[in-house]
C-alpha cells in the first residue's frame, strides 16, 4: 500500500519562509521522479517543482529562486522549501510520484 503525508504546511506572513516535507512508504522511492503541484481556490492544479531519481530539478517560474525542492532517499521523503513567500503562493501543496497523491498540506501566506 502506497502512502504519501505531507507536513509542514500552516500560516506565514509575506516574505516568510516554510518548509514542506511529504515522508512516503509501499514504494520504491528511489528510483522514481517526486513532484509538488498546489491548487489555490478556484483555480486548477498546478505543477510547481520536480526532482528526477538522480537529482535534477525542474521549476515553475512562479517560484524559480525562492522554491527549492530535495530528497533523502534514505529516508524515502521529499521537501520543499520555500522562502520569500508571497500571498500568491496560498494554495493546498500536494506531493506526487506516479499515479499516487498525498492528502495536502495548506499554506497561506498573509498578514
Known amino acids: 500500500q502506497v502512502q504519501l503525508v505531507e507536513s509542514g504546511g500552516g500560516l506565514v506572513q509575506p516574505g516568510g519562509s516554510l518548509r514542506l516535507s511529504c515522508a512516503t512508504s509501499?514504494?520504491?522511492?528511489?528510483?522514481?521522479?517526486m513532484h509538488w503541484y498546489r491548487q489555490a481556490a478556484g483555480k486548477q492544479r498546478e505543477l510547481v517543482a520536480s526532482i528526477t531519481s538522480s537529482g535534477s530539478t525542474n521549476y515553475a517560474e512562479s517560484v524559480k529562486g525562492r522554491f527549492t525542492i530535495s530528497r533523502d532517499n534514505a529516508k524515502a521523503t521529499v521537501h520543499l522549501q520555500m522562502n520569500s513567500l508571497k500571498p500568491d503562493d496560498t494554495a493546498v501543496y500536494y506531493c506526487?510520484?506516479?499515479?499516487?497523491w498525498g492528502q495536502g498540506t495548506q499554506v497561506t501566506v498573509s498578514s
Open positions: 509501499g514504494i520504491i522511492f528511489r528510483i522514481n521522479d
Open positions: 506526487n510520484i506516479l499515479r499516487y
